[in-house]
């Protein structure tokens, strides 16, 4: 059970939505127990309140005080503006999480006026199916009980790693968008499939399972990538002619460089917030 009171989610974008979903679906923990604020687009609270019978707070601030876990999911942008508006109302034995993409943990402990636990977090969308590869580092402040909460809430939507803040960026190049990646590569098997005379919803399953297929093996067998792909293929054959061609076309570099971009990307993201206090 995830060890809070009372959540408040600050922004209601997709990603708080995907840990409302996975919260209430994966865990003891109650809609009454939550509310969510978001700076402009009140139809989206409605929404939200509507699909998941979460509070629709008539009092923001108060929304804010009475939580024990305050859950930062606004957009980079929009960060600065957030902590300035409601940071304010954080209080000393509350915990805030952030699931904002680039956004350093002394960036915001240092626009707080009190020593506040916070803990960063990099989720992916996987999340909505409680699927996702999570990573948390924690800040100053925060305690091994306020990092087993973080655990806790995002254990209930996939899996949890804990790391050094200095390695979120390069999560977030990875796991964080990785996602993006396999829809791409899915795509691109479809299509293929399609081109090869298959009718679009045999591409779709075959592609689906096989990518499945091959994650659980990878997960149950516990062997290296290579092994299984020396495995499959036979010298001469039909995988062989395939994973030449994609050598050819250098995808696994092509793959390498987009995590390294995104991992540039977070870097860049984050030096565009000072971490000086206001």
Same mark, same amino acid.
């Given at each position: 059970?995830?060890?809070?009171?009372?959540?408040? *989610?600050?922004?209601?974008?997709?990603?708080?939505?995907? @840990?409302?979903?996975?919260?209430?679906?994966?865990?003891? +923990?109650?809609?009454?127990?939550?509310?969510?604020?978001?700076? &402009?687009?009140?139809?989206?609270?409605?929404?939200?309140?509507?699909?998941?019978?979460?509070?629709?707070?008539?009092?923001?601030?108060?929304?804010?005080?009475?939580?024990?876990?305050?859950?930062?999911?606004?957009?980079?942008?929009?960060? +600065?503006?957030?902590?300035?508006?409601?940071?304010?109302?954080? #209080?000393?034995?509350?915990?805030?999480?952030?699931?904002?993409?680039?956004?350093?943990?002394? *960036?915001?402990?240092?626009?707080?006026? +009190?020593?506040?636990?916070?803990?960063?977090?990099?989720?992916?969308?996987?999340?909505?199916?409680?699927?996702?590869?999570?990573?948390?580092?924690?800040?100053? #402040?925060?305690?091994?009980?306020?990092?087993?909460?973080? *655990?806790?809430?995002?254990?209930?939507?996939?899996?949890?790693?804990?790391?050094?803040?200095?390695?979120?960026?390069?999560?977030?190049?990875?796991?964080?968008?990785?996602?993006?990646?396999?829809?791409?590569?899915?795509?691109?098997?479809?299509?293929?499939?399609?081109?090869?005379? @298959? +009718?679009?919803?045999?591409?779709?399953?075959?592609?689906?399972?096989?990518?499945?297929?091959?994650?659980?093996?990878?997960?149950?067998?516990?062997?290296?990538?290579?092994?299984?792909?020396?495995?499959?293929?036979?010298?001469?054959?039909?995988?062989?002619?395939? @994973?030449?061609?994609?050598?050819?076309?250098?995808? &696994?570099?092509?793959?390498?460089?987009?995590?390294?971009?995104?991992?540039?990307?977070?870097?860049?993201?984050?030096?565009? *917030?000072?971490?000086?206090?206001?």
């Amino acid at each position: 059970m995830v060890d809070c009171n009372q959540i408040c *989610f600050i922004g209601a974008g997709s990603m708080a939505e995907a @840990l409302l979903s996975g919260l209430l679906n994966n865990t003891p +923990t109650s809609a009454k127990h939550i509310h969510v604020i978001n700076r &402009q687009n009140q139809n989206r609270i409605q929404y939200l309140s509507k699909k998941y019978g979460i509070i629709s707070p008539k009092d923001n601030q108060a929304a804010i005080k009475q939580a024990d876990t305050v859950i930062l999911a606004v957009k980079p942008k929009d960060i +600065t503006h957030a902590l300035d508006q409601w940071g304010m109302y954080f #209080h000393p034995g509350q915990r805030i999480i952030s699931v904002v993409a680039g956004i350093s943990i002394p *960036f915001i402990e240092n626009r707080l006026t +009190t020593r506040i636990p916070v803990i960063r977090a990099m989720p992916n969308t996987s999340c909505a199916v409680a699927q996702s590869a999570t990573a948390l580092c924690t800040g100053t #402040h925060a305690s091994e009980k306020d990092l087993d909460t973080a *655990f806790q809430i995002f254990s209930s939507i996939g899996t949890v790693v804990v790391v050094d803040e200095k390695d979120m960026d390069a999560v977030t190049g990875l796991s964080g968008s990785g996602p993006a990646y396999i829809y791409y590569l899915v795509e691109a098997l479809e299509q293929a499939g399609i081109q090869a005379g @298959l +009718t679009p919803s045999i591409a779709r399953h075959l592609t689906l399972q096989t990518l499945a297929g091959a994650a659980h093996m990878l997960m149950e067998t516990k062997e290296e990538p290579a092994e299984l792909r020396r495995k499959v293929t036979s010298p001469g054959g039909t995988t062989m002619a395939g @994973l030449e061609t994609l050598a050819q076309h250098h995808f &696994q570099k092509s793959l390498i460089h987009a995590v390294q971009k995104a991992k540039q990307r977070s870097k860049e993201l984050g030096k565009s *917030f000072s971490p000086s206090p206001r």
